[in-house]
C-alpha cells in the first residue's frame, strides 16, 4: 500500500458539489475583490475563533507582518519567538525590519518555554509570538502573565493549530492579536493562499483593514504608512467558508487518527506526542521523535507510508540567519530537529491506510532493532 503524507484533492473531491456551487457563486457574482464572500467568512471565522474581529488577508506570513505592524513593532525593535517552526514567522519578522530573539522550546510540548522567556526581554522587546506548533497550543497563561507584567503585545502564530483550545480558550482569542494560515495543508485550507487574522481591539482591526490595501481608510485616501496589498481572495474566501462548516468534523477525525497511533504505538520506540491536562489538541501534525529517525523513516518509506520532518533545519541554524543564534543556546530546539519526524495524518485518510501506517510503524521498529 503507498500512503500519501497529505492529499489536497481528496478533500476537494468530498466536498466537491458544496465548492463548487460555492465558486460559481463568486464567479457569477462578478464581486471579486473584498467583496460580500470576505466580509462572510470574516464574521463565520471571528465566531468560530470566539473573538469579535476577523480580517482576511492574502497569506499567514503577511498576516504575520501585518500583525507586527499593527502591534506597532517598528525597524529595530526585538520579537521573541521560537526557531523550531519554520522560517515564516522570522521572515515576516526581518521584513518589518525587527530582530528575531529565539528562546528555546519545552521538550514535551515542543512550544516556547516560559521559564526561558523573561531573560529573553530587553527594553527593545516589542512582541512576544508564541507559535501553537504542530496543532497544540503555547502555554498561553504563562506566557501572558510575563507579557502583562512587562506591557509587551503577543501575537499567536495559530497557523497549525485553528479550533484548538486552552483551558476553554480557543488559539487565537488570547494575544492582542492572532495570525492564520489556510495553505492548503493547514486544518482549515483554502485552494490556494489565504490567511486572516483576529483581534478583541477594535483599534487594531481598524488598522489592519488599512494596512491590507496599500494604507487606505477609505478608496483613495491613505492615512498609514506601512500598507501592502494583501486581501483575502473572495474565490478562497468561499471555499473556506464551506470548509469551515466542516472544520469540527475533520479536527474530530484528526483527533481520532492521532488517538489510535497513541495506541497502537505505545510500545514503538518512538517518543509520541504529549497533551498536558486541560489541552484540546488539533494535531496539524503527529510527530514523533527517536534517535533513529533514519532508520525508521527509511523502513516507513520502504513500506509505502511517506513521512516527512518538520522542520530538519531549526531558524538559527539557516545559513542566512545564524546572525540570530542567541548567546543562550537552544539545545531543545536543536535536539528535535534531529530526531523528530511526522507520520501521516489527514482527515481524509482510510481506517485501512491508518491500519497500516501504524502497523508498518511497529514493523520498522523491528528492522531498526536489528542494525
Ligand atoms: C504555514 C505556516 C505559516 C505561514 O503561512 P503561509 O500561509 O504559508 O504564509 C506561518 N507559521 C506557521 C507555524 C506555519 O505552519
Known sequence: MQIPFGDFKRQYIELQRELDDAMQRVVQSGAYILGPSVKAFEADFAAYCETPYCIGVGNGTDAIQLGLIALGVRSGDEVITVANSGVPGTAAIIAVGAVPVFVDVDPHTRNMNPALLEQAITPRTKAIMPVHLYGLMADMPAIMAIAQRHSIPVIEDVAQAQ?????GARAGSIGAVAAFSFYPSKNLGAIGD?????????????????????????????????????????????ILSVKLRHLEASTARRVQIAAYYNTQLADSGLLLPQTPAGYAAVYHLYVVQT??????????????????????????????????????????????????FSLPNFPELSDAEVEYVATATRQARLSVKGK
Do not use: C
Open 163 to 167: 479550533g484548538a483550545r486552552l483551558a
Open 194 to 238: 489565504g490567511g486572516a487574522l483576529t483581534t478583541h481591539d477594535s483599534g487594531i482591526d481598524a488598522e489592519l483593514r488599512k494596512l491590507r490595501v496599500y494604507g487606505w481608510e477609505r478608496k483613495y485616501y491613505s492615512t498609514v504608512a506601512s500598507g501592502i496589498n494583501s486581501r483575502l481572495d473572495e474565490l478562497q474566501a468561499a
Open 291 to 340: 534517535p533513529m529517525r533514519d532508520a525508521y523513516m527509511a523502513a516507513l518509506k520502504e513500506a509505502g507510508v511517506t513521512t516527512d520532518i518538520h522542520y530538519p533545519l531549526p531558524t538559527h541554524h539557516q545559513p542566512i540567519y545564524t546572525q540570530y543564534a542567541p548567546s543562550w543556546g537552544l539545545p531543545v530546539t536543536e535536539k528535535q530537529a534531529q530526531e523528530v
